[in-house]
Every structure is written in C-alpha cells, then in structure tokens.
C-alpha cells in the first residue's frame, strides 16, 4: 500500500512539474487532488487493510502525499502564471527608441516658425500678443472696419461665409475671418488704451491655390492706439521691426495706398542688402470710424495698424518658389529646413 502511494505521489510530482502550461496543470489538477483524485482513490483503499497500524501509516502517508502534490500544483501554478505574464509582456512591449534607417528629429512647420520668431520680436519691441476668432461676424470682419454692407472693397476679400446664424442675427453674417483685422475691433472693446498688441492667426479667403496664394493662410496683425501717435510712429516702428527680424541689413518703405480701415494708407516693402524690393503688407492710421466702432473718441486718442502673411515671410526667407510646397509634407522638402 505505501509503496503504491509513494509511485501514485511521485508519478503526480513529476506531471506536475512537467506540466507545459496554465491549462495543463488545471487538467492535473482536477486528474490528482480532490475528491475524485487519483489519491483519494488510494484512500478508499485503507478500509481494506487489516492491521490498524497498517492503516494508521498508510492514512498518513496518504494525507501526506496529497498535501505534498496540493503544494506542488499550487507552486507550478504560480510559475507558469508569471512565465506566461512575461511572455505578454515581451511580446506587447513598444519599442519607443525604434527607428528606421538613420535618426531623424523633427522641427516645427516653416509658418509656425515665423509665427514664434515673429511674436518674439514684436514683443522685444514693447508689444503683447492677442487673439481672437477664426469664425467671425460680418460686423467685426467689415462693418466695423468701416465697411458697411454694400461696401465695394467688400469684394477685396473674396469671403467664405458659414451657415451658421446667430441668436438674432441674419443669416449670411458669420463669415471665415478673411483677415486679422477684427482683432483690431475685440482689443480695443476688450481694454482701455494705451494698446500695444500684435495678433498673429489663421485667415481665410476663397482663393484657389497657386504658387503665391493658398485659401488658408497666416497673416499678423498690429495695433497701436495711444495719444498724439502720429504716421512718423508707425515709418519708425516697421523700420526698426525691419532690422530686428531681418537683419541690419535692411530697411523698409511705406507707398501711398488704400484700405477702408486706415486713413492714411500705406504699403510697406522691404528691401534686401542687395537692393530688391519685396512688398510685405498694408498699414495705415487707425480710422476715426474705426476707433469709434472700438468704443474710443478720435478726439482723445489716435493709432495706427499694420498687417502682413505670415506665409508670405516664410517663402521669402527660404527663397521657396510656391507656396504650396510649404503645405506637401514632402519629407524631401521639410528635411531641408
Ligand atoms: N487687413 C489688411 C489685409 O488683409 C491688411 C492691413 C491691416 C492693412 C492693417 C492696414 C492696416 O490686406
């Protein structure tokens, strides 16, 4: 008898340990212990020995060896379980320093990085950064630039209109922001003068992509509203942003022009060591209409406006032919920058 329950045990030890996987030793485990087991078996076997001593050992060594492979399944429970977790865990680990073919790092896109350099130097010349909304109402993007409907230099900015109206208002008046400008009109509601801000942003027009346009672009707009600020503030201020962005090197012009908003008008250029010209944008003195519309007396105080592509600055900086390529994620074209 107690040699066939040393077999019975060490035949169980060694399935046991050799028990491939978690399923398996399930298996065993309903196969060796429990009341069904193979031991219990033996167990009901005692009853028919005769010798109470004879018994007596070989209930123990009974209770022994069940208990002995109890533990054994519980312990190769516990090995393959954590086996089993490391394997999960190498085959779904990412490697994040993974690459293919040399290292590549990234940089920020060519507008973004005239936005920020931009931003940089406005501010290094006294002036804080504002925004507002790509989705702007009619009256902010013209109105209130002195544009009444019906306007013809309405037409100037082809529109892209949203079908949206707003509690109240007319349909047909909230429009894609078709210039920075209505950041004018929300400063100078939103605070007291003096104003010194430069918004840089996201504008919109219904063009059709060419080598100079895209309806999606960037322009930044500035502000100054202050006393007695005169056009002599403004040559001054776009020179020295001249230098400061460009370079010693270079310098800037206003040309007579014409925009609702701003009366005088003026173009800026700037113009390259090497004498070339390039038109930059348009400014002007803040409008009286335009101030009042802001919520300010003309009387009291004056100002003047400038704006510009953001765009534009990136494709003259880098010499870049169309400024489609800018928006290609061609990587041939990105890495060079
Ligand atoms: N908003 C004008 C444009 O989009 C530029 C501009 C801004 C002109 C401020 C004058 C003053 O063309």
Redesign the pocket.
């Known amino acids: 008898m107690i040699s066939d329950i040393t077999a019975a045990q060490d035949a169980a030890l060694a399935d046991i340990a050799a028990a491939p996987s978690l399923e398996d030793v399930v298996v065993l485990t309903t196969r060796l212990s429990g009341k069904k087991g193979e031991l219990a078996a033996l167990k009901k076997r005692l009853g028919s020995l005769d010798s109470i001593d004879d018994r007596k050992a070989a209930g123990q060594a009974v209770n022994d060896a069940m208990a002995a492979v109890d533990a054994a399944l519980a312990a190769r429970r516990a090995e393959l379980a954590q086996v089993e977790m490391a394997s999960r865990v190498d085959a779904e680990r990412l490697d994040l320093t993974e690459f293919v073919g040399r290292p590549t790092r990234g940089h920020a896109h060519l507008v973004t990085q005239a936005w920020e350099r931009l931003e940089d130097v406005f501010v290094g010349l006294g002036f804080r950064v504002a925004e507002g909304p790509e989705v702007e109402t009619d009256w902010h993007n013209f109105e209130a630039l002195n544009m009444p409907v019906g306007h013809p230099a309405r037409g100037e900015w082809d529109t892209l209109f949203v079908d949206h109206v707003p509690p109240g208002g007319e349909p047909g008046t909230t429009v894609l922001r078709t210039?920075?400008?209505p950041v004018q009109i929300r400063t100078m509601l939103e605070e007291e003068p003096p104003i010194y801000i430069v918004a840089p942003g996201r504008v919109f027009r219904r063009d059709t992509p060419d080598a100079t346009h895209m309806p999606v672009f960037h322009?930044i707009?500035g502000l100054v509203i202050d006393r007695g600020i005169t056009m002599a503030d403004l040559a001054g201020t776009i020179e020295a942003f001249t230098q400061a962005y460009f370079g010693p090197g270079f310098h800037s012009r206003l040309r007579p022009s014409y925009?609702p908003?701003?009366e005088p008008?003026a173009e800026f250029d700037i113009q390259r060591p090497n004498g070339d010209w390039i038109e930059l944008?348009?400014?002007?003195m803040v409008h009286p209409n335009v101030l009042r519309a802001g919520g300010l007396d003309p009387e009291v105080w004056s100002g003047f406006?400038?704006?510009f592509g953001i765009d534009r600055m990136a494709k003259e900086r880098h010499g870049i032919e169309d400024i489609r390529e800018m928006y290609a994620d061609d990587i041939r074209f990105i890495e060079q920058f």
Do not use: L
């Open positions: 210039h920075t400008s322009q707009e925009f908003f701003t008008s944008g348009g400014s002007g406006a400038f704006g």
